[in-house]
């Protein structure tokens, strides 16, 4: 099956990793109603190069991978820097 | 009998033979052999009956390229007679016929095949009345559809699985594979080599151009058939009832060409032989495929076959040249038979070939050895990315493959001669060894990288396709399926490839067009005016071969979770069910099952129960963040609860709906101990994993659902009865308050303790290391007078006291608000996740709530899912209903319409037997609604 | 009804009907353009020129005719929902198959032989019995059965009692069934091409012109061309088109894969689906026997198949029918699923006047085919969205009013 690489653990079968969904870029705290509203349910789809959150299971680590989610190849995987 | 004597037949032996039942008479075989072959060597050609018209068919390519030699054996259908072993006892049958094969009534079809044009059953079928065809029609249609049969008794033992991994993985152990294994493993790479036959060898096997030795320095696999390539070359191969999954380094794929047939008028008469089926049948099986043979050699491959009829001493009637074969004289000259310029117009027989027409002229023959031409086996390398063209000159399909780490090698590549396929083995190898990194096996000069391939000009016969005005020039032997067909679909409007294919069914068969899609795509070239290559072939997907759905599941064992007190809930003869993957106890004994849970929640109520809560998630959260960290998830105050406190907790998602609920207990200032429901906390711990990725605060957290167990001691009694086990927990009312968490020993095993409600009772829950549960479980019990209780108790001690169920009364929208809950949801905190969709959906205004209702005592036929109703219309319903043991009424919660939802409201509902009955709001809870039980001090 | 067949026989040249005609000349401008040549789209054109008399109509269709994932359904046609909202909306369009083939002139072989899902949890069952009740005060054929019936309809089934997956009881839905999909869409095709409607295949719409808040210019590969009326049609693709017309549609595209099995003579005469196995099997009249199950599980704008996939599928076939373990996979395919977040679709106006949406298909758009087809037609007709459509409006989820059809459990995605 396909691989996925885990930044730590190196290339694993993709059925070790639980699909978390797009990157969302955050809403402003003054957005109205009807704007968060749109942004709760704002789709990321394009056809195209896609950053996501991804999960290796046994290890619980979590990531990030730009993906084209056309080809479904990977372009890279990399841990993520948080903004606490 | 049709047999041969030694040398020919390679395969079989000899010594052992092997009886088998056909249409219900004995057939003696050989082991080593096919159903098939064996059958031939009878005489017997006809092994099946087409779809479409039930026209006697037998083995074309006998490659299992066909539906033709689709049989029944025992409860198996559609059993490639060509491909399958004789065996000891088999019971072999015909499909689809009625009556028997030699005398099928259906064939009568075949009498009004002018009348069922391509596409008829669109155009009728339809009347007179609106229920025609699901009535009359279809089931008629129904019935003459399908091939074997299935048994709905059969039994089949479970396939199996494995992997393998590999540098190199060569698909096809013909001349250009094996050149291309043993190259690379002499490079040194890890090399498997699969051939679908029972040795390596591949058309080397059957026909006199050299026999190759066994290869060495590499793993071979027989008898294995590679189905399908998938992405990162992660590719399934069939072997016997086992799938290998395996991922390769490298992939070649060296699977050859498929044998095309000739389309005239009744083509597809039993005895109608490609030229590779011919020697397959000579020298492998030992059998003479007839007595008196013609030879279509539109190519010289029908030369071999000549010359293997002639070494089997049957005699060629004729050689039928389309074409000169310019270097390939002298060999006609050898075959003393006559040579015919000219094609094969038609077949002439009744149930096999008995003559055949080139031009006026009719030539009596029991075989037809047919060749024009191969086309590339283009299905694993086009699902692997691979484009099919079409050279036009020489009028085949060409294979491009731009894929890094796959090659194609050999006659799938377009090399038809011998020596250029192994020489485009030889490169294919070297290519994989220079992506794998290793050094060259051989001088590159030593590699061709283009071979020189004098035969690839006579390779491909271009066969004209115009249509026999009189039919029966079949394109599809699976779908009978004539040019005209095609021809007439192409008029219809389908004129694109996939439209042509849909409409006609054209290779849509078990054969998914392996002999059909070359000359359709042609035919529709030509009816539309377009280039074959714009016109194409359906697209090829997995599998390249069937696979039986038993080596797909292979043992399918669908995993268990069992607690650590599994064994005790057996013992005491608990009605154990699935939640899940988990198990627990719903009840305990037998008989009158209202009757025991409601004795369980009398327990319950006035002494003590004890119920298993293992299954519960257990995360522990540390760091010195924890307390913000729990915060931002949950939607009460957990930054400033105090060591040693226990707090309910509830989690909303982005949208604002509750998703789990618990308790939390801090530990420290940096460790919480926070339960999570059974269903919810493998997603409650991705979901902490994935925020804290985001926030980065310093927080980890442990999953210990598994490694710890849980007891839950309630009722009045609990307190004594945990007070006399030995221990360091001072279980005293003001030692001990309510919602507080104790850690220590108890009777022997370290435990967290809480003191909690839900039950409505005095209630503590003991969570201990999992090995230790069962000695702390017969210590409380030892107490004598504890009660165990299971799942259904427990719900309804719970709905008593209106606590929600996550999962059963929330469902994926609903809000704290809806639910009641507005007092878990803090005010104060700046920011917890749902928050702020907490607030819109306050604002956008609470539509509907979720209530405890109380029916009169007597009520019937309520159950959950029933709805409520606000003027005849549905407006909710019940999500929790019971007949509450203590209150001695059913109780429910359920969803009303928020104007309904006051304490004290009648509402509306209808039960399951259709009567409309009436409820009131109640307050929250039904049952002490104070709490004094559950927070009692003494 | 069979005697339309003796035409064939007993004339010399075959005599042809013309199902499809060939794809014309771009014209400068059309009353409607359609995105999307799948049965949505087809169903729609035959609408507006048979029962609105609006005959300007241009289908662009980027592939072969109802390529996407019309061609790719596995044809299950049901309608057992949760809200009523969806129950009316889909038990007008398993009304609509019912006179199909009539409407047409043409066999969609609409086969109304039930659909049986089975519950092997209590959770499942009490969503079952939601569904009953809500389907019955609906009026649809719907109920709640125990495992005894279960038996009886499908005596084949494996039943697992005492076991992890045991057959507690179904949702017997006697109004569900299947119909051959691509004769839909040649049907609709071809009634509407008759009067007037242009089916242009091999025409990629690329973009839109878009000015004063309406669509002015539909650019495709072929030309651009004026539109009076705009309809996005195009399944898996509608995202990324509505996009090029300035529209965000909260959909995420996942593939949803199914195989088909070797033909053979009938036994299963009924939809069988297991909700805990994520797989449901029907038997065409082909003999094959389809086997679907769940979406993939990230987005993916692919047909691609995989072998994972086909091993959960056939661990779920052969849980429920164990004897299947000697039939044979012929082939397995994908389609491209427009998922919405509360898997309903998205049905009406669009922020821009002239542009009209049938969007958010999901994995339960061939069961809508001819309701869609007829409503959309109405809103481009008339200019209004019907009564029936106004729940699947695009600004439901900005009103957070969501036509919630997920279940207990909020979506995973």
């Not at chain 1, 396909?2 to 402003?28: A, H, M, V, W």
């Not at chain 2, 699977?255 to 039993?270: S, T």
């Not at chain 2, 209150?887 to 409201?905: F, N, R």
Request: net charge neutral.
């Amino acid at each position: 099956m396909k691989l996925l690489t885990c930044p730590l653990n190196g290339p694993r079968n993709i059925d070790e990793f639980q699909y978390l969904g797009p990157l969302r870029p955050e809403l402003s705290k003054d957005a109205p109603d009807a704007a968060w509203a749109v942004h709760l349910f704002r789709a990321e789809n394009r056809p195209g190069p896609m950053v996501e959150w991804w999960r290796h299971t046994p290890s619980n680590t979590v990531f990030l991978a730009e993906r084209h989610t056309v080809t479904d190849t990977v372009l890279r995987t990399w841990l993520p820097e948080p903004d606490a | 009998m049709m047999r041969l004597p030694a040398p020919f037949g390679t395969r079989i032996d000899r010594a052992r033979p092997v009886t088998f039942r056909f249409e219900g008479r004995a057939v003696q075989g050989f082991a080593g052999e096919t159903i098939a072959s064996a059958l031939a060597a009878q005489g017997q050609m006809m092994l099946s009956r087409s779809f479409k018209y039930h026209r006697p068919r037998g083995a074309f390519g006998l490659a299992g390229a066909e539906a033709n030699t689709l049989v029944q054996v025992g409860a198996e259908p559609n059993v490639q007679a060509d491909l399958r072993n004789v065996a000891e006892g088999l019971e072999v049958s015909a499909q689809n016929v009625a009556g028997s094969l030699a005398f099928d009534r259906t064939a009568a079809i075949g009498l009004f095949a002018r009348f069922l044009p391509v596409g008829f059953y669109y155009r009728t079928f339809m009347g007179p009345s609106r229920q025609a065809w699901l009535r009359f029609w279809e089931p008629r249609i129904r019935a003459l559809a399908g091939l074997g049969r299935v048994d709905p008794a059969a039994r089949f033992p479970e396939g199996e699985k494995g992997h393998l991994h590999c540098d190199l993985l060569v698909v096809g152990a013909g001349p250009a594979g094996l050149a291309a294994a043993e190259l690379a493993a002499r490079g040194g790479a890890d090399v498997v080599l699969c051939d679908v036959g029972p040795e390596p060898g591949g058309t080397m096997c059957h026909t006199p151009k050299g026999a190759a030795g066994p290869p060495e320095g590499l793993r071979v696999m027989t008898g294995a058939t590679c189905t399908g390539w998938f992405a990162d070359n992660w590719l399934s191969v069939v072997q016997g009832g086992m799938l290998w999954r395996v991922r390769a380094g490298q992939v070649i794929l060296a699977v050859g060409g498929i044998e095309q047939p000739a389309v005239f008028r009744n083509n597809d008469l039993p005895g109608i032989l490609s030229a590779g089926a011919v020697q397959r049948l000579i020298r492998l099986y030992g059998v003479m495929p007839g007595r008196r043979a013609v030879v279509l050699a539109g190519t010289p491959e029908g030369l071999d076959a000549a010359e293997a009829l002639t070494a089997a001493a049957i005699p060629v009637a004729a050689i039928v040249l389309p074409r000169p074969l310019p270097g390939h004289e002298a060999r006609i000259a050898a075959l003393s038979a006559e040579v015919i310029s000219g094609r094969i117009d038609e077949a002439d027989g009744r149930g096999r070939v008995a003559r055949v027409r080139v031009g006026n002229r009719w030539i009596s023959c029991d075989i037809l050895a047919v060749a024009v031409g191969q086309a590339p086996a283009w299905q694993l390398p086009c699902q692997a990315g691979a484009t099919l063209g079409h050279d036009t000159a020489a009028g085949r399909f060409t294979l491009r493959l731009d894929r890094p780490g796959v090659h194609l090698a050999g006659t799938v590549n377009g090399y038809a001669g011998h020596a250029a396929a192994i020489a485009d083995g030889r490169r294919a190898g070297q290519a994989a060894l220079r992506a794998l990194g290793l050094p060259a096996a051989d001088e590159p000069a030593a590699i061709e990288t283009a071979p020189k391939d004098p035969d690839a000009a006579l390779a491909f016969w271009h066969q004209p396709l115009a249509p026999d005005p009189r039919g029966k020039d079949f394109v599809d032997f699976d779908e009978d399926l004539q040019v005209a067909d095609l021809v007439n679909a192409v008029a219809e409007g389908y004129r694109e490839l996939e439209l042509v294919k849909r409409f006609s069914t054209v290779g849509m068969g078990p054969s998914q067009g392996r002999h059909s899609a070359l000359a359709t795509a042609r035919i529709v070239a030509e009816a539309t005016a377009r280039e074959v290559a714009e016109v194409g072939v359906a697209t090829a997907r997995p599998p390249a071969m069937p696979e039986a759905l038993g080596t797909l599941a292979g043992h399918g064992h669908t995993a268990e979770r069992r607690t650590a007190l599994h064994a005790r809930h057996l013992a005491l003869g608990a009605d154990m069910r699935p939640v899940g993957a988990w198990w627990r106890p719903y009840l305990y004994g037998a008989g009158d099952r209202a009757a025991r849970i409601a004795e369980e929640v009398a327990a319950v109520r006035g002494g003590v129960g004890l119920l298993d809560v293992s299954t519960l998630g257990k995360l522990e959260v540390r760091g010195p963040d924890a307390g913000e960290f729990l915060d931002r998830l949950y939607t009460m105050a957990h930054g400033t609860q105090p060591v040693g406190r226990v707090r309910y907790c509830l989690m909303l998602n982005e949208m604002g709906a509750v998703v789990d609920d618990g308790v939390a207990l801090r530990l420290a200032d940096d460790r919480f101990y926070v339960t999570s429901t059974t269903g919810a906390v493998a997603r409650v711990y991705a979901d902490m994993a994935l925020w804290n990725a985001q926030w980065g605060l310093r927080v980890d957290v442990a999953n210990l659902t598994g490694a710890f167990a849980g007891l839950n001691i309630t009722g009045p009694r609990a307190r004594a009865v945990l007070a006399a086990l030995p221990g360091d927990i001072d279980f005293s009312g003001d030692a001990f308050p309510y919602l507080s968490g104790r850690c220590g020993v108890v009777a022997g095993v370290p435990v967290r303790a809480m003191r909690i409600g839900f039950t409505g009772e005095l209630s503590y829950e003991l969570h201990c290391p999992a090995s230790l549960a069962p000695a702390l479980w017969d210590a409380v019990m030892a107490a004598g007078e504890v009660r165990p209780y299971g799942l259904e108790a427990s719900r309804i001690l719970r709905l008593e006291k209106g606590h929600i169920l996550i999962g059963q009364d929330t469902d994926a929208l609903s809000s704290p608000d809806e639910l009641g809950m507005a007092w878990a949801v803090s005010s104060k905190k700046p920011f917890f996740v749902g928050k702020r969709s907490v607030e819109m959906r306050r604002r956008l205004g609470v539509a509907r709530r979720l209530v405890p209702l109380a029916f009169p005592a007597g009520t019937r036929g309520l159950g959950e899912s029933c709805l409520v109703l606000a003027d005849g219309v549905p407006a909710g319903h019940l999500t929790s209903v019971a007949l509450s043991p203590t209150l001695g009424h059913p109780i429910a919660l359920a969803w009303v319409p928020a104007g309904l939802a006051m304490p004290g409201t009648r509402v509306t509902v209808r039960a399951r037997d259709g009567a409309v009955v009436t409820g009131d709001v109640a307050g929250h809870a039904f049952y002490d609604a104070g709490n004094t039980r559950q927070e009692v001090q003494k | 009804m069979v005697f339309r067949l003796l035409k064939y026989g007993l004339s010399r040249q075959y005599p042809v009907t013309g199902d499809l005609p060939p794809t014309p000349e771009l014209r400068a401008h059309y009353d409607v353009v359609i995105v999307g040549g799948g049965g949505h789209g087809l169903a729609c054109a035959h609408h507006l020129a048979k029962y609105h008399g609006i005959r300007s109509v241009a289908v662009l269709e980027k592939g072969w005719l109802a390529g996407g994932n019309t061609a790719r359904n596995t044809t299950t046609i049901r309608s057992n929902y949760m809200t009523m909202q969806s129950i009316a909306f889909y038990r007008e369009a398993v009304a609509l198959y019912g006179s199909m083939s009539e409407e047409l002139d043409f066999n969609v072989m609409f086969s109304q032989r039930g659909q049986l899902t089975l519950a092997h949890s209590e959770a499942t069952l009490r969503a079952f019995h939601l569904r009953a009740e809500t389907g019955r005060h609906m009026g649809i054929g719907i109920e709640v059965i125990g495992p005894d019936e279960v038996r009886a309809r499908v005596p084949e089934l494996h039943m697992d009692q005492g076991g992890g997956l045991e057959i507690l009881g179904g949702l017997w839905h006697p109004d569900g069934g299947t119909a051959r999909h691509d004769a839909v869409a040649w049907g609709y095709a071809r009634e509407a091409s008759r009067r007037g409607v242009e089916i242009h295949q091999r025409t990629a719409v690329t973009g839109f012109a878009v000015q004063g808040g309406r669509v002015t210019a539909v650019n495709t590969d072929r030309g651009t061309i004026g539109a009076g009326a705009v309809l996005i049609a195009c399944g898996g693709m509608n995202y990324d088109m509505a996009l090029r017309a300035g529209v965000e549609l909260p959909i995420r595209c996942f593939p949803l894969q199914a195989m088909v099995t070797e033909p053979v003579k009938p036994w299963l005469h009924t939809l069988v689906s297991s909700v805990s196995l994520h797989t449901y099997l029907v038997q065409s009249s082909r003999g094959e026997v389809v086997i679907g199950g769940g979406s993939d599980p990230y987005q993916l704008y692919s047909t691609r198949s995989t072998l994972d996939l086909k091993e959960h599928l056939a661990e779920g076939a052969v849980h429920l029918f164990p004897f299947l373990r000697g039939l044979k996979v012929l082939r397995q395919w994908a389609g491209i699923t427009d998922m919405t977040p509360d898997y309903s679709p998205i049905m009406g106006a669009s922020p821009l006047e002239n542009l009209w949406l049938d969007c958010g298909w999901g994995t339960w758009g061939f069961k809508a085919t001819p309701v869609a087809g007829k409503r959309m037609a109405e809103c481009i007709a008339t200019g209004k969205v019907p009564d029936i459509l106004a729940p699947f409006a695009l600004s439901r989820f900005e009103r957070f009013d969501l036509v919630n059809e997920m279940g207990a459990t909020a979506a995973s995605h």
